[in-house]
């Protein structure tokens, strides 16, 4: 199994809607979540950290369930420059490195 | 100029060539990483290094090798390239324990083996 599983996508939505990923891991132990974005054939980027309280930056949200091992990942009002594929991000077994899930595509629409 | 500078940023070589791809920073971290990514496949990671005396092999590292030559510099190599290592790679650092602090990344080298 994956250790970070995320929807498939692609989400394709217009302008002003809001839009929703979701995220699984599979190490009950890890401690440490993100959600990185990458420009096609561009580099990943941190979005933002994923805090246990549930974080919000703007019009980007991001939610923890440690229970569930679910990370979610809410962008309201959404922008032609929101598109982009998105990685849920978890610390591995070591602490040291990340594991990246494959990613969910976004396109916003005029 | 860029924090984390990756060269070069396209190659492409031939089955069998020894092919190295090189990473210099200047945001003065002391842990770097190597990455590949592949399409419609999360990044894996390749090695990693705390400082210039920690090298450690990540989930992929058959078939690469890696010189850290400095604190800003790492190095990842392969000695004799094939082609299911075309692939897009990216290096990276953190400032801390790479569990728990941002990874900033390079721009990413495009390799192509024939």
């Known amino acids: 199994r994956k250790e970070v599983e995320q929807d498939p996508g692609p989400f394709n939505v217009p302008e002003g809607a809001t839009v929703a990923f979701n995220c699984t891991y599979s190490n009950s132990a890890s401690q440490s979540f993100f959600w990185y974005r990458q420009d096609c054939r561009k580099e990943p980027k941190l979005l933002m950290s994923v805090y246990s309280s549930g974080n919000e930056d703007g019009r980007f949200t991001a939610q923890l369930n440690r229970a569930s091992q679910y990370i979610s990942l809410l962008i309201r009002d959404s922008k032609l420059s929101d598109s982009a594929t998105y990685l849920c991000?978890?610390?591995?077994?070591?602490?040291?490195?990340?594991?990246f899930g494959k990613g969910t595509s976004l396109l916003v629409t005029p | 100029d860029a924090d984390v500078t990756q060269t070069p940023r396209n190659r492409i070589t031939k089955t069998g060539k020894r092919i190295m791809l090189e990473c210099s920073q200047t945001k003065g971290h002391d842990r770097m990483y190597w990455y590949r990514q592949d399409p419609g496949l999360g990044l894996q990671l390749i090695y990693y290094s705390f400082d210039v005396k920690d090298i450690n092999k990540g989930e992929i590292s058959d078939g690469y090798s890696v010189s850290r030559q400095a604190q800003a510099k790492f190095s990842l190599s392969l000695e004799s390239a094939i082609p299911n290592q075309t692939a897009l790679y990216f290096c990276?650092?953190?400032?801390?324990?790479?569990?728990?602090?941002?990874?900033?990344f390079g721009p990413g080298t495009r390799l192509t083996v024939l």
């Open positions: 990276a650092t953190s400032v801390g324990t790479g569990g728990t602090d941002t990874q900033y």
């Open positions: 991000v978890v610390n591995g077994d070591s602490g040291y490195a990340l594991n």
